[in-house]
């Protein structure tokens, strides 16, 4: 899809960049927004192509994207970086759409077929991004020492900023009592949301997991959708699982996954490069009522699919491995 021609709203516009400027120093969109490294101006770039898609959502997604809690914030960049992802995969996208009495978040379309694609984030505390997320309780900290430089106060002010991160962390660690099961809850919300609406439109679902800081969801996911699995060597000598597409949740009728086309689990890659890449899992569900269409492909994603011609069948990766993706050029 082609976004529309400059001058739509951004994100980072003088108002945007002045609400930033606003915010404490630590809030998410102050740092996305005020930061000047490469990799942030290449991460706001990305976010400005995607928020060009979003249509009539443009309003919400940018009021959730400058929120100063961390879970709102994360929410509203999900579904942005899922419209750039499915944009750069050569569909049309659209934001929030009408279908019968639910607006899933996002309509996907090629040649004449669509799916439906509902989009969230998971980010290790087991929190619903709309929910408050547990917070450390305060740490008496004394005051600074007088007499310091400016490079030594700015230095305890990180090791004190990291100081509260962790404990952060660890208090949004001890809310969540597994992560495991947090995935499951997510996708049985998910899956009973639109269960109705996709037997109605007869239209492929696809639910988009957004991790931000986790890097086990598509192994948590293919373990529950297709069971553990064997272990075998792949082509390059590294162990992986295969698995037996009847072993798990989209096999049978105890789960009532069926009319969930496939779980596309995404997120960012490691912050090596100037640039925002993303990789992606589109693990497919081989019983599901409406299968996404064979002529489909996902040129940049990883697909775990069905492989027929062996017996006896089994869930394997095609291609092995797949190179993350900008969604903007550098530069």
């Known amino acids: ?24 120093s630590d ?23 995607a928020f060009r898609l979003a249509g009539a959502s443009r309003e919400t997604l940018a009021k959730g994207l400058h929120h100063e809690r961390w879970g709102q914030h994360v ?25 019968g009495a639910q607006t899933p978040d996002l309509q996907i379309e090629r040649d004449g077929d669509s799916a439906l694609v509902e989009v969230r984030a998971i980010t290790g505390c087991g929190q619903t991004p709309w929910e408050d997320a547990p917070h450390a309780p305060a740490e008496e900290l004394p005051p600074l020492p007088r007499g310091l430089s400016k490079a030594a106060a700015a230095k305890q002010m990180r090791q004190r ?19 495991d ?38 192994q948590i996911v293919r373990a529950w959708a297709y069971g553990d699995g064997d272990r075998e060597l792949d082509p390059h000598g590294t162990p992986r699982s295969v698995h037996d597409p009847h072993d798990g949740a989209f096999f049978g009728d105890r789960y009532h996954f069926s009319h969930v086309s496939a779980v596309l689990i995404f997120g960012r890659e490691a912050e090596t490069q100037n640039q925002l890449l993303l990789r992606g899992d589109l693990l497919l569900n081989p019983f599901a009522d409406e299968p996404l269409p064979d002529a489909w492909s996902f040129p940049q994603l990883r697909h775990y699919r069905l492989r027929k011609n062996e017996t006896p069948p089994r869930m394997r990766w095609s291609p092995y491995e797949a190179a993350p993706f900008a969604l903007v050029s550098a530069g």
């Open 75 to 99: 929410g509203a960049f999900a579904q942005l970086l899922a419209l750039g992802l499915f944009a750069r995969q050569g569909f049309a996208v659209q934001s929030e759409p009408e279908i």
């Open 27 to 49: 809030a998410p969109f102050a740092q996305l927004a005020l930061d000047e490294s490469p990799y942030a101006m290449h991460r706001r770039a990305s976010l400005e192509f």
């Open 161 to 179: 900023a990291r100081r509260r991160a962790a404990l952060q962390a660890e208090a949004e660690r001890g809310a969540d009592q597994d992560l």
């Open 181 to 218: 099961k947090t995935v499951l809850r997510v996708l049985e919300k998910k899956a009973a949301a639109y269960r109705d609406v996709c037997a109605e439109w007869e239209l492929p679902y696809i639910i988009a997991l957004y991790e931000d800081s986790d890097r086990r969801l598509s």
């Open 1 to 24: 899809m082609i976004p529309p021609a400059d001058g739509a709203p951004q994100l980072f516009d003088a108002a945007g960049l002045a609400l930033a400027a606003d915010q404490p």
